[in-house]
């Protein structure tokens, strides 16, 4: 099946400082999603991206749609400790009624 | 408005043994999804409902699993039997249509000994 990278796997900051992070696929997108989940939770959405190029902010969190279609990026400034958890990119491929969640990114917030 | 609620929470179960998980979605969500999610992995979808007819099960191994959603609301998957490789989180999502937002429910955690 399709394979969604993130990088970095794993984040380690200080309170206050900026995060960027990203996703990679093998196949063009038509909509990518962020999305963050705490620990014994289900993922809630944070950010939906639905065309090239497109910049979209939620607060602190800044998210775009590569041009390529193959990639999305996150960023997240002046972190606080209430921003801990995994990241996960997700979306449909434009083949097909999949839908994928990639990898991961692991963020931890040093007060 | 109520969230998507999952039930148990919890299930520890041998090997071979049957299990099911139960999900109520949003009020007036056509749309139901059942995610497995393996520690240190992002979920994977193993089936996608429209009311109570699937249009994805691609990803689920049908073999051992199964789901249903028979009047287009709640929906059980069933695993049976069960191996050890089947310990993960079983998550359902559900979202007013196809391609809109999917709102998560907690997640049943399961342990296959």
């Known amino acids: 099946g399709q394979q969604l990278n993130q990088s970095p796997q794993s984040m380690f900051i200080q309170e206050g400082e900026d995060v960027s992070m990203n996703c990679t696929s093998s196949?063009?997108?038509?909509?990518w999603l962020w999305y963050k989940q705490d620990p014994g939770e289900g993922p809630v959405l944070l950010i939906a991206?639905?065309?090239?190029?497109e910049l979209t902010s939620n607060g602190r969190l800044t998210a775009q749609f590569g041009i390529t279609r193959k990639d999305s990026f996150l960023n997240i400034s002046a972190s606080i400790p209430s921003d801990v958890g995994i990241y996960f990119c997700a979306g449909p491929p434009n083949t097909g009624n999949q839908f994928y969640f990639g990898t991961g990114t692991s963020l931890t917030v040093i007060p | 408005e109520a969230g998507v609620a999952q039930s148990p929470r919890y299930k520890i179960i041998e090997k071979r043994q049957s299990v099911a998980f139960w999900c109520n979605p949003i009020s007036g969500h056509a749309t139901l999804y059942w995610y497995q999610q393996i520690l240190g992995q992002g979920p994977k979808l193993l089936i996608q409902?429209?009311?109570?007819?699937?249009?994805?099960d691609s990803q689920l191994p049908k073999d051992r699993f199964s789901a249903e959603r028979l009047k287009g609301v709640d929906s059980t998957l069933k695993i049976q039997p069960a191996k050890l490789e089947d310990s993960a989180v079983y998550l359902c999502a559900s979202a007013a249509e196809i391609y809109n937002e999917q709102f998560f429910g907690p997640g049943t955690r399961l342990t296959v000994l």
């Open positions: 409902f429209q009311n109570n007819g699937v249009v994805d």
């Open positions: 196949s063009i997108f038509n909509t």
């Open positions: 991206l639905y065309k090239a190029g």
